[in-house]
């Protein structure tokens, strides 16, 4: 028995499933996650010993690659000054500041830990502010685990949606309305049936929990219309496209401003980092200056908040995003001719330090076409490229991440291991 297996089946006996987070598992593809002892740049150690190189970069957090010396110089630090104190630090005001340079649209800024606090705290504020219930988001967005955000559509276009989870009663989404990802008219209607009650929209604008889903033309620009026109307000939950897809994060690219936005992962630089932001006049009714409550004993923890500081500025280097999305790119069209060099049907996108693989003949635009490519042929690739020693996200749902550190050399060493995974597939 490996010592991966043995791991897995320790970890199971005391953790449900043996994971910390449902994605961790191989539930979809099968087997055995490999468990990890150490990581450094592209490159993550099981408990083998087995190296492979990593595009899930802890799911978006690692932009720099793991183990960056500047950032766990920055943690080390911090840490040897305490690790925590509840009660303001001048490292809080920095990153805030530091985020509200780059993403004006936050004017003013909360910290918390997690992308999951985030949102579920920017909703409450939407309501709060607007003093209105309801709240729209889309089929395939994932935005954290808060009970409101747990749901699907339901049968008819305006019927509210179902629990994606069970322990979420149905009165507590019954104010969820969930639409096609890309269908404006959608959004059109709902607001002629509603918009007086819906308080916010919030959108991934572009989403990266159904694989990569770019916004349609003019998608965003629609429901920025809507959203002013209602009097509701417009959350972009970036916690996966903020400081991942360019500079100023995906509302930076697509030109559209939210009222609020959500961001972690990439601002905690593999730390528990929050935020939510937005306009100073609607950010000014949260607690202790409004009557919205949130709070948090560890938000804007000293040694977190020194790991993001510390990735962030790093990212602000010139040519930073350039070189990411040109790797991503390189990564993304090698394994597009190798597929066709194998005759194996493969479609990939690639937006910033993220990018997309669809076992489908075209880029989808919506759950419904995400869902219909061939996740046969996906946990076939994923297997073979494990077994190469490259590490994927282990679903077909799931986009990838590359890292400034995933150099020439990781890249190469991935399409080359592809070639073959593909090669393969393509005779069977
Ligand atoms: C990851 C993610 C979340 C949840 O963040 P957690 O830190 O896992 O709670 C929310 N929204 C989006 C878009 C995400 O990608």
Known sequence: MTRNTELFERASNIIPGGVNSPVRAFRSVGGTPAFIERAQGPYIWDADNTRYIDYIGSWGPAILGHAHPEVVKAV????????????????????????SQRVPSMEKVRLVSSGTEATMSAIRLARGATGRDKIVKFEGCYHGHADSLLVKAGSGMLTFGN????????????????????????????FKQAGDDIACVIIEP??????????AEGFLEGLRELCTQYGALLIFDEVMTGFRVGPRSMQGLCGVTPDLTTLAKVIGGGMPVGAFGGQAGVMDHVAPLGSVYQAGTLSGNPVAVAAGLATLRLTAQPGFYDDLAAATARLTLGLSERAKAAGVTLATDALGGMFGLYFRETVPTSFAEVAASNTEQFNQFFHGMLAQGVHLAPSAFEAGFVSAAH????????????ETVLTTMGQS
């Open 163 to 190: 629990p994606t989870s069970a322990g979420v009663p149905a009165e507590f989404i019954q104010h969820t309305m969930v639409l096609d990802y890309n269908d404006l008219n959608a959004v059109e209607q709902a």
């Open 76 to 99: 080390q630090e911090a840490a040897a000054n305490g690790l925590s104190f509840g009660a303001p630090t001048e490292a809080e005001i920095e990153l805030a500041e530091l985020i």
């Open 407 to 418: 150099d020439n050399t990781a890249i190469d060493a991935t399409l080359q291991a592809a």
């Open 206 to 215: 572009a989403a990266g929990n159904m694989n990569l889903v770019r916004p």
